[in-house]
């Protein structure tokens, strides 16, 4: 009764549906992951450490007296402002998560658009394996976004 139902585009000689593997295409999931999560931690990174080399070692690190550490102008807005660059450093990962997710998600629409609707699974189909890697692109996203700097605050 129910192979009555189906469409004869999706149905075998035999009547019954035929069952196409989605292709994991592991390479394309690693590659999109690496170049997110590498490249979003690219810039801050240089950033930081610029300041921690450039400023924060030299004029409050090295200081030699402990006492001149906190009367120096120099060395205490070196120490005040190390959380300020830790945040600025931060947003600038969100900031480009957000635009490196957004870059490869047009660049998969130029491939396939995508469709609203249920996407057949059973016959080949690149909206379907585009789809899989779209899903799985934004799922670093949207847990750096949700869970924030301290995921083990988060419910």
């Known amino acids: 009764m129910l192979d ?17 593997e989605i292709k994991l295409q592991f390479h394309w999931y690693l590659s999109i992951f690496f170049v997110i999560y590498y490249c979003s931690y690219l810039i801050p990174g240089i950033v930081f450490m610029e300041y ?8 409050f690190l090295r200081v030699d007296n402990l006492f001149v550490v906190f009367t120096n102008l120099d060395s205490l807005l070196a120490f005040l402002a190390l959380p300020l660059v ?12 957000g635009l490196l997710s957004r870059i490869i998600w047009r660049h998969t629409e130029k491939i396939s658009p995508s469709k609203d ?4 699974r059973n016959i ?15 799922k670093y ?13 988060a419910n």
């Not at 999706?10 to 009547?15: A, E, I, L, N, R």
């Not at 921690?52 to 004029?59: Q, Y």
């Not at 080949?124 to 934004?138: D, E, G, Q, V």
């Open 4 to 20: 009555e139902i189906k469409p004869p585009d999706m149905c075998d000689s035999d009547g019954e549906v035929a069952k196409e």
């Open 52 to 59: 921690v080399i450039l400023v924060f070692i030299p004029l």
């Open 86 to 97: 830790l945040i600025l450093s931060y947003l600038i990962h969100l900031f480009l998560v």
């Open 117 to 120: 609707g249920i996407i057949p």
């Open 124 to 138: 080949p189909s690149k909206t379907a394996n585009l789809y899989h890697i779209r899903s799985f692109m934004i």
């Open 141 to 153: 996203g949207k847990n750096a976004f949700m869970k924030g700097i301290f995921p083990w605050l």
